[in-house]
T-cell receptor, first 111, second 114 residues
Framework: QKEVEQNSGPLSVPEGAIASLNCTYS??????FFWYRQYSGKSPELIMS????GDKEDGRFTAQLNKASQYVSLLIRDSQPSDSATYLC???????????FGKGTRLHILP | EADIYQTPRYLVIGTGKKITLECSQT?????MYWYQQDPGMELHLIHY???????EKGDLSSESTVSRIRTEHFPLTLESARPSHTSQYLC?????????????FGPGTRLTVL
């Protein structure tokens, strides 16, 4: 059973601080990983994709992948109240494989 | 960014009615998906398609059916709606190129069955 595990939260972070969201996965064959942001009542929005070990930065967001530890993380720098949402971690083996979603971590940025 | 559309956005309907939720995308994506999500809960894959005339059931058992006659169109049908079908239905698509399989979601249809 392929699984993607996330702490459900809520994770409370003061405005301006770094929010750190973590995710582990059970399928060692997973090659592609994704972070989605989902506001309450809205659909998920892709914010980061990562395929190689290491860090990938995009603006205030940094995704980190460690395939040996089967661990994916998302760092949000200078957290803003607008970052308050549920963040979904997801993984897939290859382009023909279904994406396996985690249950999501609720992030609350404290003003 | 994918352009993916869902109609209707909101639907309130009585028990026993037949309904079709529409999903279309203009990016030429081969792969399309239907998810069901209750408020505050996880996504459940109910159907997917890897191209025209290809449909598969997902991980969550569903009484709905889908069809894929055209690349851009992936409608979901409930023959007889029940209150247990009340949920948000999300359509997604992804391209079939290279190693990339990011999924892009439509805005969703919120279904209420009375």
């Amino acid at each position: 059973q392929k699984e993607v595990e996330q702490n459900s939260g809520p994770l409370s972070v003061p405005e301006g601080a770094i929010a750190s969201l973590n995710c582990t996965y059970s399928d060692r064959g997973s090659q592609s990983f994704f972070w989605y942001r989902q506001y309450s009542g809205k659909s998920p929005e892709l914010i980061m994709s990562i395929y190689s070990n290491g860090d990938k930065e995009d603006g205030r967001f940094t995704a980190q992948l460690n395939k040996a530890s089967q661990y994916v993380s998302l760092l949000i720098r200078d957290s803003q109240p607008s970052d308050s949402a549920t963040y979904l971690c997801a993984g897939a083996r290859n382009r023909d494989d279904k994406i396996i979603f985690g249950k999501g971590t609720r992030l609350h940025i404290l003003p | 960014e994918a352009d993916i559309y869902q109609t209707p956005r909101y639907l309130v309907i009585g028990t026993g009615k037949k309904i079709t939720l529409e999903c279309s995308q203009t990016m030429g994506h081969d792969k399309m998906y239907w998810y069901q999500q209750d408020p505050g809960m996880e996504l459940h894959l109910i159907h997917y398609s890897y191209g025209v005339n290809s449909t598969e059931k997902g991980d969550l058992s569903s009484e709905s059916t889908v069809s894929r006659i055209r690349t851009e169109h992936f409608p979901l049908t409930l023959e007889s709606a029940r209150p247990s079908h009340t949920s948000q239905y999300l359509c997604a698509s992804s391209p079939h190129r290279g190693n990339y399989n990011e999924q892009f979601f439509g805005p969703g249809t919120r279904l209420t069955v009375l």
